[in-house]
C-alpha cells in the first residue's frame, strides 16, 4: 500500500510539472517586447567575487541598486562599492513594493516581507540583477592588453500597464477672472 501511494505521489508530481512546462516555455520571459535591460555598473575588477542587490529606503520612497564586492580569498569581507541609480525605479509604501516603471508599463520586482522583528525586500522573480565577468581587449596604439571587467544588468520581465492613482478632487468652485476697464 506503501509503494502505490508513493507511485501515484510520484505520477502526480510528475504530471504537474509536465503540465506545466508547455504554459512555462510559452510565457518565454526573456526576449519578450516588454523586457528592459539596463546596465548599471561596470569596472575593472582583478581577483573580486562581485554581488548586486536591491535596497531601499522605505520613508523616502527611493530604491537603488547597490554592489558589492569581496576578495576571492577571504569573502567574509564584503564591501560596498557603489550605489546607483536607477530611473524609473522606487518604493512604492502603499504598495509595500519595490517597482520599476518604464513608460506606461510597470514591473513589481519585490515586496515587503516581515519575519520577526525585520522587514526585507523579498523577489517577485519579475527583476533580474546579472553579474557578469568578461576579458576585454585595452589596446593602446602599441600592445593589445586583455582585462577583466564586471559588469551588473538590470533585466525587468513581465511589465504590465502601470497602475494609475485614483485622485479625488472633491468638489470645486468656479472662479471666473474678468479684466478690468
Request: aromatic share 8%.
Amino acid at each position: 500500500m506503501k509503494t502505490i501511494k508513493n507511485k501515484l505521489g510520484a505520477a502526480i508530481v510528475f504530471l504537474g510539472l509536465a503540465g506545466g512546462l508547455p504554459a512555462a516555455a510559452a510565457d518565454g520571459s526573456a526576449g519578450t517586447d516588454r523586457d528592459v535591460e539596463k546596465k548599471v555598473y561596470e569596472k575593472v575588477s582583478e581577483d573580486e567575487n562581485v554581488s548586486a542587490d536591491f535596497a531601499v529606503d522605505r520613508s523616502l520612497g527611493r530604491a537603488w541598486v547597490e554592489v558589492a564586492a569581496a576578495p576571492w580569498l577571504d569573502q567574509r569581507q564584503w564591501a560596498v562599492i557603489a550605489r546607483k541609480d536607477l530611473k524609473g525605479l522606487y518604493y512604492d509604501p502603499d504598495r509595500k513594493a519595490l517597482i520599476y516603471q518604464n513608460g506606461a508599463n510597470e514591473a513589481i520586482c519585490a515586496e515587503d516581507w516581515n519575519f520577526l522583528l525585520s522587514t526585507s525586500l523579498k523577489s517577485t522573480g519579475n527583476c533580474d540583477l546579472l553579474v557578469s565577468s568578461a576579458t576585454r581587449n585595452l589596446d593602446d596604439g602599441f600592445t593589445v592588453n586583455k582585462e577583466p571587467v564586471t559588469t551588473v544588468t538590470f533585466v525587468a520581465h513581465n511589465a504590465m500597464p502601470a497602475r494609475t492613482a485614483s485622485v479625488s478632487m472633491g468638489e470645486v468652485d468656479i472662479i471666473v477672472v474678468t479684466p478690468e476697464k
